[in-house]
């Protein structure tokens, strides 16, 4: 055989390697230096640290919920896209779109099961990771503004499902969005004006169609998407996720400083403070482990989990469509989302103060709460004996929101009206 031909058949046979290494670079990680260079020559997992400190993988301490939303958020991108092929924004198509959707295109059901409840999942899961974050105190300092951008992408996360929600253009969608948006025009001054803004038009209609599409499929995910991602970069930039300082396995420093003088307007680093052999470092324990598998499998993990409880629940459950729009024909109640229904359940009490007034000061004082509270401790642990006040004023606030909505769903019958749902 020919050299050339030789040379040819060699190439073919490294083929498969050759390739795994243009596109991977290194071989599956066997050793420490293997797996730190897996994190940080790969693209994707170029978002871990080589180690992570073993606290964080405690299923317990983050229950997955951070990642939950992330992959929600993912299947939800994944299914909407494909949803877009078919729908039409237009009032006059919307709704046989939905109905083509069931009855024509193969797993058009299933497919716009997924969407809707992976939404709805989404505004819970994301809510419930807020709560784990508040109860172990993650949003002290160094986290604070990460802490604010979270706030930002809870309300994007309500906005987007609110936006989404009219889609369908049926009965249901139409008077959940003439309620939701009646809320907003309760603002002051320039509640009228955003009601207008947000519709195009003094109500819902063709323009209201529109405008909602273009936030759901455009603004409002690419704004998610640059958040999300501020987000976990910073995490990493925070020092990784929260711990208590237990969880460090910090050396024991026995450290005795000679006398110096103290500029108090200074602020002095250990190094200009200690002189001489005198940090002692006792024995350090190995408290953080590579990235690669652990923090990898931890995560697929989460993946699978909530694709597998979509999944199921997309196949046990239809996403509801009622009968097409009838602007004459009011649903008796109209109620909002169920996200929006403890709005609304105040909103009965008090226009202004229910819709706009108590709902702007909570969110106000959500994005606050690190700056307001600036004690230390307590970090890294839920519901530490140390933040037993911030834990309880917030775990009302959890409740009584809860409660809202329970009563909104189950408890207001027609004209909002008090009634048993046995
Ligand atoms: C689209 C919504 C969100 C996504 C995809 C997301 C994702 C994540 C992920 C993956 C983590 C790390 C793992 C974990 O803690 O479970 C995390 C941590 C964190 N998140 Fe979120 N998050 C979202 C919304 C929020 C909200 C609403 C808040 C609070 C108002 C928040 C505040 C934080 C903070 C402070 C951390 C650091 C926690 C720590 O160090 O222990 N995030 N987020």
Redesign the pocket.
């Known amino acids: 055989m020919s050299a050339k031909k030789q040379s040819v058949l060699a190439n073919v046979r490294e083929l498969p390697s050759n390739l795994w290494h243009s596109i991977f670079r290194n071989p599956l990680p066997h050793n420490d230096v293997e797996r730190s260079a897996t994190s940080f020559t790969n693209f994707f997992l170029h978002i871990h640290p080589v180690k992570v400190n073993k606290n964080?993988l405690r299923p317990i301490?983050?229950?997955?919920?951070?990642?939950?939303?992330?992959f929600?958020?993912v299947i939800l991108v994944v299914s909407g896209i494909l949803l877009m092929f078919y729908y039409v924004p237009s009032t006059e198509q919307a709704y046989d779109r939905m109905l083509d959707l069931r009855g024509s295109v193969a797993f058009g059901t299933f497919l716009r099961n997924m969407h809707r409840w992976a939404a709805h999942g989404?505004v819970a899961v994301?809510?419930f990771?807020?709560c784990?974050?508040?109860f172990?105190g993650?949003?002290k300092r160094p986290?604070?503004f990460?802490?604010?951008?979270?706030?930002?992408?809870?309300l994007?996360?309500l906005f987007l499902s609110f936006t989404g929600y009219l889609l369908p253009w049926d009965q249901l969608a139409f008077w959940a969005i003439t309620v939701g948006t009646a809320i907003a025009g309760y603002a002051p001054l320039i509640g009228k004006q955003i009601r207008f803004l947000l519709l195009g038009d003094a109500s819902v209609g063709q323009e209201a169609l529109l405008r909602f599409y273009v936030l759901h499929v455009a603004l409002l995910p690419a704004i998610?998407t640059l958040?999300?991602a501020i987000?976990?970069w910073?995490?990493r930039k925070?020092g990784?996720?929260?711990?208590p300082a237990r969880a460090e396995g910090k050396p024991e420093l026995s450290i005795s400083v000679q006398a110096v003088e103290l500029d108090p307007k200074r602020t002095y680093g250990l190094q200009g403070l200690v002189r001489g052999p005198l940090v002692k470092v006792g024995n350090v324990p190995e408290n953080s482990v590579y990235s690669w598998p652990n923090l990898l499998i931890a995560e697929l993990f989460a993946l699978v989990v909530t694709l597998a409880i979509i999944l199921i629940v997309s196949l046990l459950f239809n996403a509801p469509l009622e009968e097409p729009v009838n602007v004459m024909h009011p649903p008796n109640p109209a109620k909002a989302p169920w996200y929006f229904l403890g709005l609304q359940e105040m909103v009965s009490y008090s226009a202004f103060w229910g819709g706009v007034g108590v709902p702007g000061l909570f969110v106000l004082l959500?994005i606050l709460t690190?700056y307001l509270d600036r004690s230390p401790g307590g970090v890294?642990l839920w519901f530490s004996r140390k933040r037993l006040l911030a834990n309880t004023v917030f775990l009302t606030f959890v409740i009584v929101n809860i409660a809202f909505i329970v009563i909104g769903t189950f408890f207001r019958g027609p004209n909002w009206s008090f009634v048993t749902p046995w």
């Open positions: 964080t301490y983050t229950m997955g919920l951070g990642l939950m939303s992330f929600l958020f989404m994301v809510f990771h807020m784990r974050v508040f172990t993650a949003y986290r604070e990460n802490w604010v951008l979270g706030v930002v992408l809870l994007i996360t998610a958040l999300i987000h976990f910073r995490i925070d990784g996720l929260s711990r959500l690190p890294g």
